[in-house]
C-alpha cells in the first residue's frame, strides 16, 4: 500500500473526532452519577453493594471506551484521510460548445445567399448533425439576448430552437455583441476551463462594448471563435413589409442601409480570448475551420499531465467504527458466576 502524502480531505469535521468522545464522556460520567444517586435513595449503602455485586464496573468502563473510540472514528471517516496518490480520470462526453447568433436586421443582407441569416443557420445546423459529440447550446441577440437552447445532449431540440431564430426573435433593435457574450457565458457550467463560445455575426457592434467585455471574459477562461458572416463590400438590407413585399430599409435621411461584414472587431474579440477569427464563406467554411481549432485544443487539454489526485481512505474508520459497535454490543456488564463467588 502507498502511504504517500498522508492528508484529510474534509480536515473540517476534525472537530468532531475530539468533541464528540469528550460529549460522550460526560454524558456516560452523568449518566453513572445519576444511577448511584438513584441507587441510594431505594437502598441503604450495604443493601446496594449486595444488589450489584454482580455488576461489573470493568466491563462497563470497557463498553464506554469503545463507545468513546468509535466517536472519534466517525469524525476521522468525515474528514476523509487520503494517501497514495492517483491519476485524475476524465469521464467527458465531449465538448460543451456554445453558439451565439446574431438575428439583427443587418443580417438580413443578401450579400451570401440566402441571406446572412439562413446562412448561418444553416451552417450551425450541420456543424451539429455531422460534427456534434458534447453538448450544445444556443444564444439569440440583437439590441438584447436571450438563450434560446439551455445546453444539451438533446440534438432534435436544439435544431428546433435554431430553426425557430428569425429577425423578429429579439424585438429590440441594434446590435449588442457584449451583452450577448454576457448572456453566453450565464449559460455555460461555471467550473468549466475553457468555457468555449462561437459567435457568428456580420461585426456590427453598435453599442461598441464587444471587445471589452471579451477582455473581461478572458480572465474566467472563456475562448471566443469568431465568424464573420457576409462580405466586406456588403449588401443593403430588405425586409418584408406589411403587404408581405420586399423593401429596403431606409436610415432617417431615407437612404439604403448598406451593411458591411467588421472583420477587425471580430478579429480583436478573438485575439483577446485566445480564439480565432473566420469568415464562413458561401458553403460555411469557417465553421469547418472552428471544429478543427476545437480539436487541436481538445487535444491538447488531453496531453496536458494529469492532475494527481489522494486515495481515500475512509473506509479503514468506518470499518474500525463497526468493529467497536459490535465488540460493544457483545460485552455484558455482569460478572461470571465464580467471580461473584471469589
Given at each position: 500500500?502507498?502511504?504517500?502524502?498522508?492528508?484529510?480531505?474534509?480536515?473540517?469535521?476534525?472537530?468532531?473526532?475530539?468533541?464528540?468522545?469528550?460529549?460522550?464522556?460526560?454524558?456516560?460520567?452523568?449518566?453513572?452519577?445519576?444511577?448511584?444517586?438513584?441507587?441510594?435513595?431505594?437502598?441503604?449503602?450495604?443493601?446496594?453493594?449486595?444488589?450489584?455485586?454482580?455488576?461489573?464496573?470493568?466491563?462497563?468502563?470497557?463498553?464506554?471506551?469503545?463507545?468513546?473510540?468509535?466517536?472519534?472514528?466517525?469524525?476521522?471517516?468525515?474528514?476523509?484521510?487520503?494517501?497514495?496518490?492517483?491519476?485524475?480520470?476524465?469521464?467527458?462526453?465531449?465538448?460543451?460548445?456554445?453558439?451565439?447568433?446574431?438575428?439583427?436586421?443587418?443580417?438580413?443582407?443578401?450579400?451570401?445567399?440566402?441571406?446572412?441569416?439562413?446562412?448561418?443557420?444553416?451552417?450551425?445546423?450541420?456543424?451539429?448533425?455531422?460534427?456534434?459529440?458534447?453538448?450544445?447550446?444556443?444564444?439569440?441577440?440583437?439590441?438584447?439576448?436571450?438563450?434560446?437552447?439551455?445546453?444539451?445532449?438533446?440534438?432534435?431540440?436544439?435544431?428546433?430552437?435554431?430553426?425557430?431564430?428569425?429577425?423578429?426573435?429579439?424585438p429590440v433593435p441594434g446590435t449588442d455583441v457584449g451583452r450577448a457574450l454576457?448572456?453566453?457565458?450565464?449559460?455555460?457550467?461555471?467550473?468549466?476551463?475553457?468555457?468555449?463560445?462561437?459567435?457568428?455575426?456580420?461585426?456590427?457592434?453598435?453599442?461598441?462594448?464587444?471587445?471589452?467585455?471579451?477582455?473581461?471574459?478572458?480572465?474566467?477562461?472563456?475562448?471566443?471563435?469568431?465568424?464573420?458572416?457576409?462580405t466586406a463590400a456588403g449588401a443593403e438590407i430588405q425586409m418584408v413589409n406589411?403587404?408581405?413585399?420586399?423593401?429596403?430599409?431606409?436610415?432617417?435621411?431615407?437612404?439604403?442601409?448598406?451593411?458591411?461584414?467588421?472583420?477587425?472587431?471580430?478579429?480583436?474579440?478573438?485575439?483577446?480570448?485566445?480564439?480565432?477569427?473566420?469568415?464562413?464563406?458561401?458553403?460555411?467554411?469557417?465553421?469547418?475551420?472552428?471544429?478543427?481549432?476545437?480539436?487541436?485544443?481538445?487535444?491538447?487539454?488531453?496531453?496536458?499531465?494529469?492532475?494527481?489526485?489522494?486515495?481515500?481512505?475512509?473506509?479503514?474508520?468506518?470499518?474500525?467504527?463497526?468493529?467497536?459497535?459490535?465488540?460493544?454490543?457483545?460485552?455484558?456488564?455482569?460478572?461470571?458466576?465464580?467471580?461473584?463467588?471469589?
Amino acid at each position: 500500500m502507498n502511504f504517500a502524502n498522508p492528508h484529510f480531505a474534509e480536515p473540517r469535521w476534525l472537530w468532531l473526532a475530539v468533541l464528540a468522545p469528550l460529549l460522550l464522556m460526560a454524558l456516560q460520567r452523568y449518566s453513572d452519577w445519576a444511577r448511584r444517586k438513584q441507587l441510594a435513595q431505594i437502598a441503604a449503602p450495604h443493601f446496594v453493594e449486595e444488589l450489584t455485586r454482580s455488576a461489573s464496573p470493568a466491563r462497563r468502563a470497557l463498553k464506554q471506551a469503545l463507545l468513546v473510540l468509535a466517536a472519534a472514528g466517525v469524525g476521522l471517516a468525515l474528514a476523509r484521510p487520503q494517501w497514495g496518490e492517483q491519476a485524475e480520470v476524465s469521464h467527458s462526453f465531449g465538448q460543451d460548445i456554445l453558439f451565439i447568433m446574431d438575428c439583427s436586421r443587418s443580417m438580413l443582407a443578401s450579400d451570401v445567399a440566402p441571406n446572412r441569416l439562413q446562412r448561418a443557420r444553416l451552417a450551425i445546423l450541420d456543424y451539429v448533425q455531422r460534427h456534434g459529440h458534447g453538448r450544445v447550446g444556443l444564444v439569440a441577440f440583437a439590441g438584447q439576448a436571450f438563450l434560446q437552447c439551455p445546453l444539451t445532449f438533446d440534438y432534435g431540440a436544439f435544431q428546433d430552437a435554431l430553426m425557430a431564430i428569425d429577425d423578429k426573435t429579439i424585438p429590440v433593435p441594434g446590435t449588442d455583441v457584449g451583452r450577448a457574450l454576457d448572456e453566453a457565458v450565464r449559460a455555460m457550467d461555471k467550473t468549466q476551463r475553457p468555457k468555449l463560445l462561437v459567435l457568428l455575426t456580420d461585426g456590427e457592434d453598435l453599442e461598441k462594448g464587444g471587445v471589452r467585455t471579451a477582455e473581461a471574459l478572458a480572465k474566467e477562461g472563456v475562448v471566443v471563435f469568431t465568424v464573420g458572416v457576409g462580405t466586406a463590400a456588403g449588401a443593403e438590407i430588405q425586409m418584408v413589409n406589411e403587404q408581405g413585399k420586399l423593401e429596403l430599409v431606409r436610415d432617417s435621411r431615407g437612404e439604403a442601409v448598406r451593411s458591411r461584414l467588421d472583420e477587425p472587431t471580430l478579429r480583436a474579440i478573438a485575439q483577446v480570448t485566445h480564439g480565432a477569427y473566420y469568415p464562413l464563406g458561401p458553403l460555411g467554411e469557417g465553421l469547418a475551420k472552428v471544429r478543427l481549432a476545437l480539436e487541436n485544443l481538445s487535444a491538447a487539454s488531453a496531453g496536458a499531465p494529469a492532475r494527481k489526485l489522494g486515495v481515500d481512505r475512509f473506509h479503514w474508520p468506518v470499518a474500525g467504527v463497526l468493529i467497536l459497535l459490535v465488540a460493544e454490543s457483545l460485552i455484558g456488564t455482569r460478572r461470571r458466576l465464580r467471580e461473584i463467588n471469589s
